[in-house]
């Protein structure tokens, strides 16, 4: 078993700034910015909390509530905050992950590693370059196969399916690059 949804590593990332109980990181999802990136549900929250103390990335005190049930107090490990920053100076590979992943690590980069931000968009931009590489040398493999396609050929929606991907990929690098010229001129 190992981390598999992007809130638990955003869950990680609350808790390397500070323990917290389970309703407060969930009250971080829901009134901030982590919540226009990923969507978490209260169970969902309690689940993936649960799951990462079993992994020992994270641990829990109890603590009194007077004459209320004692309430759970999380915080990162040793073990949790290495696997929490070894992930955050990876870029991510597929194209498809940046709209989540990427984004929850440069929301925690510019917390605790802004001096990171622009190696993290350099990484990202050439994990890019390398996906849509991949991408063109397929097209370039299937554009003589299509020739011969009709419209309602599997060739032909193949081709459609991969020159979405290549548009997608392209846009995501405009992005990059805009992301990181503007990260630029604000330490100029």
Not at 7 to 28: D, V, W
Not at 72 to 93: C, D, P, R
Not at 94 to 101: A, E, T, V
Request: aromatic share 10%; charged share 20%.
């Amino acid at each position: 078993m190992q981390i598999s949804e992007p809130a638990e590593y955003a869950i990680l990332g609350l808790l390397k700034g500070q323990p917290m109980h389970g309703y407060e990181m969930f009250q971080q999802f829901e009134n901030g910015t982590l919540g226009q990136i990923v969507h978490l549900e209260m169970s969902q929250m309690y689940a993936f909390l649960k799951k990462l103390e079993r992994l020992t990335y994270i641990e829990a005190e109890l603590e009194p509530q007077g004459a209320r049930p004692p309430r759970k107090i999380f915080h990162l490990t040793t073990t949790g905050q290495g696997i929490f920053e070894e992930w955050l100076s990876q870029a991510v590979q597929k194209p498809r992950d940046i709209r989540i992943l990427f984004l929850i690590k440069l929301y925690f980069a510019q917390r605790y590693q802004p001096e990171q931000m622009p190696s993290l968009i350099v990484s990202q931009i050439q994990a890019c370059q390398r996906f849509l590489a991949h991408l063109e040398t397929q097209q370039h493999s299937e554009t003589s196969v299509s020739t011969r396609a009709s419209a309602d050929d599997a060739a032909f929606f193949d081709l459609v399916v991969l020159r979405s991907r290549i548009y997608q990929t392209r846009s995501l690098l405009d992005w990059l690059y805009e992301l990181q010229g503007k990260l630029a001129s604000l330490h100029k």
